[in-house]
């Protein structure tokens, strides 16, 4: 989401690029849990502003704070952009554009009147608590959410095709079927009910009224319930087998053939046997190396052993006594 930014210069750039761009430090924490609270106060009084009773009795209020948090925001944008080494790439960057869209509506409520509730979108700015919590592991699983959702892409399309074919062929014929006066005066109209129906929502504004029809309602309803798992299990089949990829290893265990291994597994959990082939074994060096200079001892001893030694008293000369 942010690139790699880096200070403009030496000196109070650097100390400012430290301050708000870095959470390392206490004085740069602090800054960002204050710039968090500021948004959110700052999208409270958007939404107090949107109820009437309190819109007529301190809009103007209202007003004038909202006025101070986006020249607020503005200083504060121009002070990144101040900082930086390369200010335009921040600025092309996911936080730069949101910081951008931040202040953006309320200044064009000078030009453009109704502008001013896009300003809403101030609340994502608060994605910065990732960082400063220490949160971005959840930013590594919501990219796995996404890729599941992009591998399942297919499945997902297809089934909602299969849905929108079911709702069409339903509703045309539950208007073929019911009178007009029952609220089913045309066919999108009967599609709209079908929609409702099958997704088990049932808001009740229109409703068949003949038996026939009143049968293929609760057709369509236990339709509903039956298919409204399957786009959950194809997304949690394909979420479990992009975690599998991602933590295990598919390689088998040269010992026993066991293929579901973390990636950072050194041994077996099986048999335990060592894993890379391409590496030795560490464990079974060091005890090669152990089991060299007790053999070597052993050799001595036996060497050594008094029934060694008489063997060796005893032995006859190959040519034969000497006379």
Request: one cysteine or more; a negative charge; proline letters at 5%.
């Amino acid at each position: 989401m942010l690139p790699t930014l880096k200070p403009a210069g030496e000196g109070l750039r650097t100390r400012i690029f430290q301050i708000i761009f870095e959470s390392d430090t206490r004085l740069a924490k602090g800054f960002d849990i204050m710039l968090i609270v500021l948004i959110l106060t700052s999208v409270g009084v958007i939404m107090a502003d949107s109820v009437p009773v309190w819109h007529v009795l301190y809009g103007d209020w209202f007003y004038r704070i909202e006025w101070g948090f986006t020249i607020l925001f503005t200083i504060e944008l121009l002070v990144r952009v101040y900082c930086l080494d390369r200010p335009s790439q921040y600025l092309r960057s996911f936080y730069g554009i949101v910081d951008i869209l931040a202040i953006l509506p309320t200044w064009l409520v000078l030009f453009i009147p109704g502008a001013h509730s896009l300003v809403m979108i101030r609340i994502m700015r608060v994605l910065r608590v990732f960082r400063v919590l220490r949160l971005m592991q959840f930013v590594g699983e919501g990219r796995t959410l996404v890729e599941a959702l992009k591998k399942s892409s297919h499945q997902i399309l297809l089934f909602l095709f299969t849905v929108v074919m079911l709702v069409t062929i339903f509703g045309t014929l539950i208007y073929t079927i019911e009178p007009k006066e029952a609220g089913f005066t045309s066919i999108p109209k009967a599609i709209y009910w079908g929609v409702v129906t099958l997704t088990t929502v049932g808001y009740g504004d229109i409703a068949p009224v003949t038996a026939l029809g009143q049968f293929i309602s609760v057709v369509v309803m236990l339709l509903g319930y039956s298919i409204i798992a399957v786009p959950t299990g194809v997304f949690s089949a394909e979420v479990i087998r992009s975690i599998r990829a991602e933590r295990y290893s598919d390689e088998a265990c040269p010992g026993c053939g066991h293929d579901r291994h973390e990636k950072r597994a050194k041994y077996c959990l099986l048999c335990g046997t060592w894993l890379d082939e391409d590496t030795p074994d560490p464990n079974k060096a060091e005890e090669d190396e152990q089991e060299g200079p007790c053999e070597e001892v052993k050799q001595a001893a036996q060497e050594d052993s008094p029934k060694v030694r008489r063997d060796t008293d005893n032995e006859t000369p190959r040519g034969g006594p000497s006379v």
